[in-house]
T-cell receptor, first 116, second 111 residues
Framework: GAGVSQSPRYKVAKRGQDVALRCDPI?????LFWYQQALGQGPEFLTY????????KSGLPSDRFFAERPEGSVSTLKIQRTQQEDSAVYLC??????????????FGSGTQLSVL | DQQVKQNSPSLSVQEGRISILNCDYT??????FLWYKKYPAEGPTFLIS?????DKNEDGRFTVFLNKSAKHLSLHIVPSQPGDSAVYFC??????????FGTGTRLTIIP
């Protein structure tokens, strides 16, 4: 399809495990965002890429969180030594233009991470 | 700290009537406001937006109203349809590339 694709759809991890979440944005989209949505909350900003450059990582909750987009398309969000508080839905979004906060974002269906 | 609040976790409306969803935000000079709609097991989808220089924006059955003095945003859906049943998130751009979302309101349209 032509939408934003995220995998896996569900991930169960034991506390302390490392996980990697993948996002395939819409082809040609310049901007890519990661958001974290805890149960009963709205999405919260994690990080922003413009092409391959990570321009804002102010929302990453700790140095256990790392994101990359090496070729300006696919992005991976990696969480090291997962903790129970990392349990959430991780949403990826992309947009055609550089991020200003005013453009329409296209979201993927998310990866639901459960840390046991 | 810039905040966005949706104080009604849920709302039920009869089909054909008007649905009104509300959102309050903290003060900021450079604001842009968006509404996203989310179905279960799907990501949010963009619905409608409004710039801080306007007080109303309309798109078909959806109208967003902005009251800057009250720091209040509302989304009106009329007439409401069963397919409108979803969670609605208000989002505010406070001047950079990121959005701050409210906690959402679950709208249920009763046939």
């Amino acid at each position: 399809g032509a939408g934003v694709s995220q995998s896996p759809r569900y991930k169960v991890a034991k506390r302390g495990q490392d996980v990697a979440l993948r996002c395939d944005p819409i082809s040609g989209h310049v901007s890519l965002f990661w958001y974290q949505q805890a149960l009963g909350q709205g999405p919260e900003f994690l990080t922003y890429f413009q092409n391959e450059a990570q321009l804002d990582k102010s929302g990453l909750p700790s140095d256990r969180f790392f994101a990359e987009r090496p070729e300006g398309s696919v992005s991976t969000l990696k969480i090291q030594r997962t903790q129970q508080e990392d349990s959430a839905v991780y949403l990826c979004a992309s947009s055609l233009v550089p991020g200003t906060g005013k453009e329409k974002l296209f979201f993927g269906s998310g990866t639901q991470l459960s840390v046991l | 700290d810039q905040q966005v609040k949706q104080n009604s976790p849920s709302l039920s409306v009869q089909e054909g009537r008007i649905s009104i969803l509300n959102c309050d935000y903290t003060n900021s000079m450079f604001d842009y406001f968006l509404w996203y709609k989310k179905y279960p097991a799907e990501g949010p989808t963009f619905l409608i937006s409004i710039s801080s220089i306007k007080d109303k924006n309309e798109d078909g059955r959806f109208t967003v109203f902005l009251n800057k003095s009250a720091k209040h945003l509302s989304l009106h859906i009329v007439p409401s349809q069963p397919g409108d049943s979803a969670v609605y998130f208000c989002a505010v751009n406070f001047g950079n590339e990121k959005l701050t979302f409210g906690t959402g309101t679950r709208l249920t349209i009763i046939p």
